[in-house]
């Protein structure tokens, strides 16, 4: 799953997050910190992880962070329109979240 091309420092970083998603696979913020890790490193978990959450979180559908997380890969893949589609939305309700703060 760890690329052999990655430092030693992002190889630290990816088999930290793939830890913590394992201890605790419904947690969001281990979930979010493994696929961004997967998708830094060019793996393919990042994505799978992002659907998983995605199955655990029903109650967080509009979990923007997935979107974003997921308009990251899209973008690492060079899908722009996909990117796009994910990340716009996402910051809207960002956006409303802190306003309503």
């Not at 979930?31 to 997967?38: K, S």
């Amino acid at each position: 799953m760890i690329p052999e091309h990655e430092s030693p420092a992002e190889c630290a970083t990816l088999r930290a997050a793939v830890h913590l998603w394992r201890d605790f696979p419904h947690d969001t913020e281990s979930g979010l910190r493994l696929a961004a890790a997967c998708s830094e490193a060019g793996t393919l978990q990042a994505l799978s992880t992002i659907l998983s959450l995605r199955s655990f979180t029903a109650g967080q559908q509009d979990e923007p962070r997935l979107d974003l997380v997921e308009a990251a890969i899209a973008a690492r893949n060079g899908d722009y329109a996909r990117q796009q589609a994910l990340a716009e939305p996402a910051a809207t309700r960002l956006n409303r979240r802190e306003l309503a703060f």
